[in-house]
């Protein structure tokens, strides 16, 4: 097996799981293609070690869009060689396990969350049952299965009996030592990720009133115009500061000079739930202590290297005690930043590597 197409819905400019996921195969001889889509907005794309393509789709979001996606994939899927297909989530997985039937070559599924279990999905029962329906279409057909977390692949383990190896989307270790903040600098809070419902931004927006150090936030996402009117509503201007979608060099930039990482989600769904997000190792990388929630995956995590605080809720007083009592307890700070140069030597894309190679070369 030597020709590999991954597939997502993103514009592949800011996706770094799959950007390392692509160089890796190949790197160690495969020839990879991934297709994602393009916007009118999207920045052109960087050079790579493998194949990018992006379909560019009439509609930008909903079912119009999904569907029209995924005719246009299932379309570019048919008329390319490939020995195997991977489906990124299920919003890119029927093209594949269609045009991969139809081919009669290897199909993979690459689950980063529970799809019908996100915030977006859950209150609106029947869009949560069709992505049911797809998902139980998906996981019963397809052998080859992978993802981001113990607590993802149990679920499935449970639900459908089905084996899910676990490949944690955690960044590459740099041989440079930890940039730092310089002396004298102002001191910041940093959120790195999607500005959408059930990440606990507007709670830790409200939060920053009582906070004494500033905010800054990087991304975009539904809630980005009403996450600004919070701020404004507040007057927390002077403390809040939106950067927009960054690029990955500069975001790993502005994540060493950060003061305390941020990843904050509510529990709406077992894919927050279960979920191990790549910001929480990006902060790690850095030698950031992080603030993040007491849920299975980060609180395993912390019992063997502890390098965050946990919260289990989102109210002010919780969130304004252990930011404080994090930045104004010395001792602890620099413990916890310490175990993070540790733990970076444990969690890292040059041992998760080695479990992605051999998953690929058990399908030769």
Not at 78 to 94: E, N, Q, R, S, Y
Not at 217 to 235: M, P
Not at 279 to 306: C, S, W
Request: proline share 3%.
């Amino acid at each position: 097996m030597q020709r590999i197409i991954f597939t997502v819905v993103n514009d592949l400019t800011y996706d770094q799981r799959m950007h390392r996921i692509c160089t890796s195969l190949s790197e160690a001889g495969y020839h990879v293609t991934l297709v994602g889509r393009k916007l009118r907005e999207s920045a052109p794309l960087g050079a790579a070690a493998y194949r990018q393509h992006r379909l560019r789709p009439f509609f930008r979001n909903g079912k119009m869009f999904y569907t029209e996606f995924n005719i246009r994939l299932f379309c570019y899927l048919l008329f390319k060689k490939f020995d195997a297909v991977c489906g990124i989530d299920l919003d890119t997985i029927l093209p594949c396990i269609i045009a991969g039937k139809m081919k009669g070559t290897k199909v993979i599924y690459d689950a980063h969350e529970l799809f019908p279990e996100v915030p977006e999905v859950i209150n609106r029962p029947f869009t949560q049952h069709v992505w049911r329906r797809v998902e139980q279409f998906a996981v019963k057909r397809i052998r080859n299965c992978y993802t981001v977390s113990e607590g993802l692949a149990a679920y499935f383990s449970s639900k459908y009996g089905s084996h899910f190896e676990v490949i944690r989307n955690v960044p590459l270790l740099a041989k440079e030592s930890t940039a730092t903040a310089a002396a004298g600098d102002t001191k910041f809070i940093f959120y790195q990720g999607a500005l959408n419902e059930g990440r606990g931004l507007e709670q830790l927006i409200t939060a920053m009133e009582f906070i004494p150090l500033q905010l800054k936030i990087a991304g975009d996402g539904d809630l980005s115009e009403q996450l600004r009117e919070l701020v404004n509503d507040k007057r927390l201007q002077d403390k809040v500061q939106f950067l927009g979608k960054v690029q990955p060099g500069d975001l790993r930039n502005i994540t060493h000079k950060s003061f305390i990482g941020v990843n904050l989600l509510e529990n709406k769904g077992l894919s927050y739930y279960y979920s191990l997000a790549n910001k929480f190792f990006d902060y790690v990388h850095a030698g950031i202590p992080v603030i993040t929630m007491n849920f299975p995956e980060y609180r395993n995590l912390n019992a063997q290297h502890e390098v965050a605080v946990l919260v289990n809720d989102l109210d002010t007083a919780t969130l304004v005690s252990a930011i404080t009592g994090l930045a104004e307890n010395k001792d602890a700070y620099f413990r916890l930043r310490q175990n993070c140069l540790t733990a970076r030597n444990a969690w890292n894309w040059q041992k998760e590597v080695q479990k992605l190679l051999a998953f690929y070369q058990s399908l030769s």
